[in-house]
């Protein structure tokens, strides 16, 4: 299990949705807002970036590194994050709803990040009016977030169920029960690296505790399937694997020049040899720091200039290169 991550969504009482809201009104909530969340959370200071006026590497940086949504990145008028020092607490400000609530751990920590995002909402609405129906709960622009508005979701790494072609299984498995199974960056997006968000679909008429427990041991089932499907790999395929590890390898520390996809993909075999014991010398935390780092805003950063698809492959190739040297395969 990579993380974990809990969502809530709300809208400030008395203003219109945001398809409807003028960016005076838009700015408005953003005032509101960004005075509740004024100083410290939990003793963490917190950051106010105006994603308006923000140079769209910065917003493609703050995407990967999964603070805010590729809708808060790519929209248009007044909007804005807040995120708490740290980056485990972030709220998003005129995305789909007036508010977009999440706290992240890393591994399976679902009621943590519960405890935490509902303490956050606490804050804000102590001092912020929201809209909130006695028997419909928090109103929301998307029907599918009406009731607790609440989006549980853990981030899984299944490489052996995608390789084994199990994972549509998982997909129509998670469909029949109102899960939903998505790539890395959530709604629309691709599987890169082999990464899976599982998240409940509907919020109305269960309580936090209920959906985070329907989660939990979805995610715990899934979790030893993959586990199963990687013990069948190496016990059946234990030469193919190999390969498929060396040749990854091979690229990584090769390639003169490289996509990110590519690289997403490879790596993922590389973290996937690890768990296998097929690779020596290199651990699982350094691999997940390069599915970070190689990412096109965060290579952008490391290198400190904005590049061109062609030169980011080109630095994406010799990054990789230095930072894998020391490694060998077992």
């Known amino acids: 299990m990579i993380s974990s991550r809990v969502r809530l969504a709300r809208n400030v009482a008395g203003f219109p949705f945001i398809a409807r809201a003028s960016g005076d009104v838009r700015s408005q909530v953003i005032q509101q807002v960004q005075s509740a969340l004024r100083g410290t959370f939990q003793g963490r200071q917190m950051r106010h970036v105006n994603v308006e006026t923000l140079a769209m590497l910065d917003s493609q940086f703050l995407m990967e590194r999964q603070l805010i949504s590729r809708e808060l990145a790519r929209g248009d008028g007044p909007r804005a994050v807040v995120i708490s020092e740290g980056e485990r607490h ?58 607790t508005g609440i989006r549980v979701s853990v981030m899984l790494h299944l490489p052996a169920l995608r390789l084994t072609k199990d994972i549509q299984k998982v997909h129509q498995a998670a469909q029949k029960i109102s899960l939903a199974v998505r790539g890395l960056y959530g709604e629309g997006s691709q599987a890169l690296g082999d990464f899976f968000q599982i998240s ?6 269960k309580s936090e505790a209920d959906l985070i427990g329907e989660v939990q041991e979805v995610v715990q089932r899934i979790v030893e399937w993959e586990r199963r499907n990687r013990e069948f ?98």
């Open 90 to 147: 972030s709220v998003m400000i005129n995305e789909e709803d007036h508010l977009r609530l999440q706290v992240l751990h890393s591994g399976l920590a679902l009621e943590e990040c519960w405890r935490e995002c509902d303490a956050l909402d606490d804050l804000i609405e102590s001092q912020v009016p929201v809209a909130f129906h006695p028997k419909l709960g928090y109103l929301t622009a998307c029907p599918t977030n009406v009731g």
């Open 200 to 205: 409940n679909q509907v919020t109305l008429g």
């Open 233 to 330: 790999l190496l016990t059946k395929n234990k030469s193919q694997m190999d390969d498929q590890v060396a040749r990854a390898y091979g690229t990584l520390t090769s390639a003169r020049s490289i996509s990110s996809e590519e690289t997403m993909h490879l790596l993922s075999s590389l973290r996937m040899g690890i768990r296998l014991g097929l690779i020596e010398n290199l651990d699982a935390g350094t691999v997940n720091e390069l599915f970070i780092h190689t990412q096109p805003a965060h290579l952008q950063k490391l290198q400190g200039e904005t590049l061109e698809t062609e030169k980011r492959n080109l630095a994406r190739a010799t990054y990789l290169r230095r930072r894998l040297n020391l490694t060998s395969l077992g």
